[in-house]
DNA sequence: TCATGTGGCCGTCAGGTACT
DNA sequence: AGTACCTGACGGCCACATGA
């Protein structure tokens, strides 16, 4: 079963209030412990000691468990009227949408737009230059890449390369000092990794290597066109150049895609863990209803 | 100490989908 | 139709754990 599959499972079984479960919590495969701590507001303990609190998951203050299913039946009777409402044009198309396999930020979203306790998968690109920008040297740089290891590298006009680190960024916000120099054959960065000035051609192209593995992250930088050679070597550094180009996007858009998968499948553990919960205390619920009911036939 | 297994992360490719 | 984007699959590398 894959994860949207496990999703759509899922789904089957959760009321609108278990969706108002938060996503900012850690990830969890089975909770340890529960506390009522609200009518509407339950803390479910993690493994690692954190909490979470989930919003009108369990009903616990309810006086009996013959409340839970009206919780279903409003439910089911707003899909109910979502689907009177539907023309039926629109019944095809949603039927292909349905059958296609949704993106993680889609999926997400949905389940925020359905309860606001979920957060947004925002567009992290936006986010990303606010913070760099935020941080990046007085001279105006041209090019901002992000390395695997988070560091962030600011290529200036004037052939400037600034290294700024994750903690750089988020913590205090001071460009890391020292960072900055111009244009070098080769120089170490953070202790770890290996800038190599890797231009072959007339294109910039820089790469990052770790000593250990040497492999290396390419990046490539545009050059102007006026730097190009003849129109057969400008060709072919203009077919490597989109190739490289067309690789970086393809390879922050996986690294993307793997985060925002990571994010995806802990919203799914954490939902486990409150309708996990959920049963164990319906379970319960109905076990105690029966005793007082078999008292009162004695 | 060394070989092996395992899990995590990464880059790349290919195919599907959304958008213009 | 062309392009951009998303994501599963694959293989490689690395760190760590484990047993011989």
């Known amino acids: 079963m894959d994860a949207s599959q496990l999703d759509s499972s ?10 108002d479960l938060s996503d900012t919590s850690p990830p969890a495969s089975t909770q340890e412990s529960v506390t009522a701590e609200s009518s509407d507001v339950t ?7 954190q909490t979470v609190q989930v919003q009108g998951v369990i009903q616990a203050p309810q006086p009996s468990v013959i409340q839970s299913p009206q919780v279903q039946t409003v439910q089911i009777a707003a899909v109910a009227e979502l689907d009177d ?4 044009a629109d019944a095809q198309k949603r039927r ?19 309860s606001p306790a979920v957060p947004k998968i925002e567009e992290e690109k ?9 941080t990046a040297p007085a001279s105006v740089p041209t090019s901002i890449y992000q390395t695997s290891a988070g560091q962030y590298i600011t290529i200036s006009q004037g052939g400037t390369i600034q290294l700024a680190g994750p903690e750089t960024l988020q913590g205090a916000g001071v460009p890391q000092p020292g960072a900055a120099i111009s244009s070098p054959q080769q120089l170490f960065i953070q202790g ?3 800038l190599i000035q890797a231009a072959t051609g007339d294109i910039p192209a820089y790469q990052l290597r770790s000593p250990n593995s040497g492999l290396a992250q390419s990046i490539v930088m545009a050059a102007s066109p006026s730097s190009m050679e003849s129109p057969s070597s400008q060709h072919a550094e203009e077919i490597t150049r989109k190739r490289e180009v067309r690789l970086m996007k393809n390879r922050e858009a996986a690294r993307e895609c793997r985060r925002k998968k990571k994010e995806y499948v802990k919203c799914l553990e954490n939902r486990v863990a409150v309708l996990e919960n959920q049963n164990k205390t319906l379970i319960e619920e109905l076990k105690a209803l029966k005793d007082i009911y078999c008292h009162k036939a004695e």
């Open 10 to 19: 899922l789904n089957e079984s959760v009321t609108d209030a278990e969706e």
């Open 43 to 49: 803390v479910v303990q993690l493994p690692n000691g």
């Open 85 to 88: 409402e539907e023309p039926a």
């Open 96 to 114: 292909e949408i349905l059958s296609r396999r949704p993106s993680y930020r889609k999926i997400l979203n949905e389940l925020s737009s359905d």
């Open 126 to 134: 936006a986010e990303d230059e606010v913070q760099v920008s935020s």
């Open 192 to 194: 770890r990794q290996v």
